[in-house]
């Protein structure tokens, strides 16, 4: 091994073809990111086969720029890192062919990743992990409250039970005729206006630890066909921030009810929805005032959605682990972390 550790990182799990060349686990020498959202759009969500047709198209080339703009060769890595699961499986075969094929070719080891851990270790970019933490993984395909009690431990305490947050997002913002994906639009909507609404916040006061969402978008949904029906227009803004308030009141009530069960030092907020600004300032000012010892990790707006640095980072963790996959590594799309 050479002083410095270099992993060349895949992430095609979903609408992103992203590759990256991460040094010592949390160095970003490159993360290239191709979007294919624009490719999405007109079918209001991501079709699958037009998702495996890009990764094909895009994968090549975006490793090419990621080991250019790092300035490094296939000779001076280390390993081969991918995101093998959960996800779209023909996306997911992508990448797990694409980082197998490199592997192979240049006689490296291959790390597979869980795509949720490394939403988690993005978190790493910003300072180092200290166990054990909560985090709070919130993205289009999930919402989970995670604990971990050491590096590569993670066991779920709360899920959602049906609609993961992200999701919401993007099913009301359909409703109010934005493009998918939402989220980002209708957080820039919630900060121009006021909850009037009230909407219901789900199990909100239960003991459990887990999350529905669905309810909330029926609510949202029903006042907006009702005031259709009777020709009346509702203010974009005061839904978007209603909605907004909803959902947030719930994610950091549940958060900090885990944080009660749960004695831990660290809150990782991670996923796509992690960008939110409305859950960034409520968790922090929830946190200052009252769990005012745990230090509260985001990562930066631009490794909150899915992209290849955070898979270099969890591989880190997984290499120091001695987990490596052969050539027979398979996609997994619906890898999960166990119940706790
Ligand atoms: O993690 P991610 O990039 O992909 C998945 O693994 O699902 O998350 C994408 C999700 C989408 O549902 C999108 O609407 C949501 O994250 N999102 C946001 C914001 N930015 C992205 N949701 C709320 N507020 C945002 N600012
Ligand atoms: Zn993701």
């Known amino acids: 091994m050479s002083q410095a ?12 073809t992203s590759v990256a060349v991460i040094r010592n686990g949390d160095e970003i020498l490159s993360n290239i990111i191709a979007t294919q959202i624009n490719s999405h759009k007109r079918f209001g969500g991501v079709v699958p086969e037009v998702a495996s047709r890009h990764h094909v198209e895009q994968i090549t080339t975006v ?7 790092a ?68 993205s289009g395909g999930h919402t989970e409250l995670v604990v971990m009690k050491a590096a590569g431990e993670f066991q779920i305490i709360g899920d959602t039970r049906d609609d993961a947050a992200g999701e919401a997002y993007d099913k009301i913002g359909r409703v109010l005729h934005i493009p998918y994906p939402a989220g980002k639009e209708v957080d820039r909507l919630a900060h121009l206006g006021q909850d009037t609404f009230h909407f219901p916040r789900a199990m909100a006061a239960s003991e459990d630890l887990d999350f529905s969402f669905s309810g909330l978008k029926s609510a949202f949904i029903n006042t907006v066909h009702h005031a259709d029906q009777i020709g009346e227009t509702l203010s974009r803004e005061d839904l978007a921030a209603s909605f907004q308030a909803a959902v947030v009141d719930v994610l950091v009530e549940k958060t900090l009810q885990a944080l009660h069960q749960y004695d831990v030092k660290q809150l990782v907020v991670a996923g796509g929805v992690a960008a939110n600004q409305g859950l960034r300032e409520g968790l922090q000012a929830a946190l200052a005032k009252t769990a005012p010892t745990v230090e509260l990790l985001v990562p930066p707006l631009r ?3 899915d992209n290849a640095a955070m898979v270099g980072a969890s591989a880190h963790v997984e290499r120091a682990r001695g987990h490596f996959a052969d050539e027979r590594l398979n996609a997994d799309p619906g890898l999960n972390f166990a119940r706790a």
């Open 5 to 16: 550790e270099l992993i060349l990182a895949f992430e095609s799990s979903c609408d992103e």
């Open 303 to 305: 490794l909150c959605g």
């Open 63 to 69: 490793t090419d720029m990621a080991l250019k703009e």
């Open 71 to 138: 300035g490094v060769s296939y000779e001076q890595l280390d390993a081969v890192a991918v995101t093998y699961g959960p996800g779209l499986v023909g996306a997911l075969l992508i990448g797990v062919t694409a980082a197998k094929t490199i592997a192979f070719a240049h006689d490296l080891p291959l790390i597979p990743v869980n795509h949720m851990a490394g939403h988690i270790y993005a978190a790493r970019f910003v300072a180092p992990l200290v166990y054990p933490l909560l985090a709070l993984v919130v």
